[in-house]
C-alpha cells in the first residue's frame, strides 16, 4: 500500500507560481540538462514544506536513449530533480547561500513511471534541518499516482 502524500494536493493551486525558474536560479547552480525544476508552487516554512513542478518535455536529452519507443524519465533524474527542491527549500528558508551537495538517498521507491508529456509534481517535507546536515522526505506524483518516494540528506558546502 502506498504511503500517503507528504502534503495535501487538494490545498495546493498547481498553476500558482510562487518562484518561477528566474528565482530558482538564483539559488540553484543547475543549468542546461541538469536543470531539473520548472516552477515551485507551494512553499510553507512554517510547515516545512515545499511542492515543485518539473515538466518532462520530449525533446529531453535522455528521451532518445533511455527505453527508445517508450521513453521513460530516469529514476535518478527523478532524484535529482526532488533533491534541487530542497537545495531551494534550505538556501530560501535558511537564506543560506552555501551549495546543498548530495549527502545520501535512503528508502528508494519507484512505483510508477513518468514519460514526455508529464507533469512531475514534486513534494517535500523537512524532516531535520541543521547547519551541517538537511534531511527531507520527498515524493513524486504524476496526476493521481505515487510516482516515487526517498529520504534526501544534503550537506552545505
Same mark, same amino acid.
Given at each position: 500500500m502506498a504511503p500517503s502524500?507528504?502534503?495535501?494536493?487538494?490545498?495546493?493551486?498547481?498553476?500558482r507560481v510562487v518562484m518561477?525558474?528566474? *528565482?530558482i536560479r538564483r539559488l540553484n547552480p543547475h543549468r542546461h540538462e541538469m536543470e531539473q525544476l520548472t516552477a515551485v508552487v507551494h512553499l510553507d516554512a512554517d510547515a516545512g514544506q515545499i511542492v515543485a513542478v518539473r515538466d518532462v518535455r520530449d525533446d529531453e536529452?535522455?528521451? =532518445? %536513449?533511455h527505453i527508445p519507443g517508450r521513453p521513460l524519465l530516469p529514476g535518478v533524474l527523478m532524484i535529482e530533480a526532488a533533491a534541487q527542491m530542497c537545495s531551494v527549500y534550505f538556501k530560501k528558508v535558511k537564506e543560506?547561500? =552555501?551549495?546543498?551537495?548530495? %549527502? %545520501?538517498?535512503d528508502a528508494v521507491k519507484f512505483r510508477g513511471q513518468?514519460?514526455? %508529456?508529464? =507533469?512531475?509534481?514534486?513534494?517535500g517535507q523537512a524532516v *531535520?534541518? &541543521?547547519? =551541517? &546536515?538537511?534531511v527531507f522526505d520527498t515524493q513524486g506524483v504524476v496526476g493521481n499516482r505515487l510516482v516515487f518516494e526517498a529520504r534526501i540528506t544534503g550537506m552545505p558546502i
Amino acid at each position: 500500500m502506498a504511503p500517503s502524500l507528504l502534503v495535501d494536493l487538494a490545498t495546493v493551486d498547481l498553476d500558482r507560481v510562487v518562484m518561477p525558474i528566474e *528565482e530558482i536560479r538564483r539559488l540553484n547552480p543547475h543549468r542546461h540538462e541538469m536543470e531539473q525544476l520548472t516552477a515551485v508552487v507551494h512553499l510553507d516554512a512554517d510547515a516545512g514544506q515545499i511542492v515543485a513542478v518539473r515538466d518532462v518535455r520530449d525533446d529531453e536529452f535522455w528521451v =532518445r %536513449g533511455h527505453i527508445p519507443g517508450r521513453p521513460l524519465l530516469p529514476g535518478v533524474l527523478m532524484i535529482e530533480a526532488a533533491a534541487q527542491m530542497c537545495s531551494v527549500y534550505f538556501k530560501k528558508v535558511k537564506e543560506d547561500p =552555501r551549495f546543498l551537495g548530495f %549527502g %545520501g538517498v535512503d528508502a528508494v521507491k519507484f512505483r510508477g513511471q513518468v514519460v514526455p %508529456g508529464d =507533469r512531475l509534481i514534486l513534494l517535500g517535507q523537512a524532516v *531535520e534541518i &541543521r547547519r =551541517r &546536515r538537511a534531511v527531507f522526505d520527498t515524493q513524486g506524483v504524476v496526476g493521481n499516482r505515487l510516482v516515487f518516494e526517498a529520504r534526501i540528506t544534503g550537506m552545505p558546502i
